[in-house]
């Protein structure tokens, strides 16, 4: 038994890396939840003006097993469901694929084999006040126990499409101060959506953050 985390490559036209094309683990690769169907499998009718360019799109699958197991770079490995019902008339075949990089689970969380595997998360909240033409005080994006700290550095983007940084917490409701290096926009008033949008490393233990 293993366990599967699915991911896409981060460019939409990407293809399968191989033995001469390797696994590029610098990148920030977007989690799935699954695998959808591939073009190829569906009828004429069933498929997507964009078929052709998501066949060539780069998929992946890590695998994580009970123990080490031999597994030679490029070679092809079938994924079964082996807790389906033997006598039902389905396939049982899950998906399939070639090695592409065999991976020691106890680097895989750091060092130059992490797999950067993200979920993208999103928060909204409002601007509470203007405090001048370069800030303002925001509110609902954190919860009063929330350690703001954390999420300094970050940037917050106005309706308008504005982007500012989060300086500090203000208070201790769960307030924060945004400082903008351009002019707010007119449409910046009390009441006005703040969009926080950012990357969570799925194996990165530290839960760090990043934009």
Same mark, same amino acid.
């Given at each position: ?13 990407? +293809?399968? @890396?191989?033995?001469? +094309? ?18 190829? !499998?569906?009828? @004429?009718?069933?498929?997507? @003006? ?6 060539? #799109?780069? #998929? ?37 694929? #070639? ?19 993200? /979920? ?7 601007? !509470? ?42 208070? /201790? ?12 926009? /007119? ?7 703040? #969009? ?16």
């Amino acid at each position: 038994m293993t366990a599967v985390t699915f991911f896409d490559h981060p460019s939409p036209n990407s +293809s399968t @890396p191989s033995s001469a +094309s390797p696994f590029d683990f610098s990148l920030d690769y977007p989690y799935v939840d699954n695998l959808q169907d591939s073009p190829a !499998d569906l009828a @004429p009718d069933q498929q997507s @003006p964009d078929a052709s360019e998501s066949a060539s #799109h780069a #998929h992946f699958a890590l695998l994580v097993f009970e123990s080490e197991i031999a597994c030679p770079s490029d070679a092809l490995l079938i994924a079964s469901r082996l807790d389906s019902d033997i006598h039902s008339n389905t396939c049982r075949m899950a998906f399939h694929g #070639h090695i592409v990089a065999p991976i020691d689970p106890t680097t895989m969380n750091s060092g130059s084999q992490a797999v950067r595997v993200f /979920k993208l998360k999103s928060r909204e909240g409002v601007i !509470d006040r203007v405090v001048d033409s370069h800030s303002l005080i925001g509110r609902g994006l954190f919860k009063k126990e929330t350690d703001i700290t954390k999420f300094v550095g970050l940037r917050v983007t106005t309706v308008e499409g504005t982007q500012g940084t989060i300086q500090s917490p203000f208070g /201790k409701s769960g307030k924060f101060k945004v400082v903008f290096q351009s002019a707010l926009p /007119k449409e910046a008033i009390a009441g006005a959506p703040l #969009h926080l949008v950012f990357k969570r490393l799925l194996f990165d233990k530290t839960k760090q953050m990043l934009q």
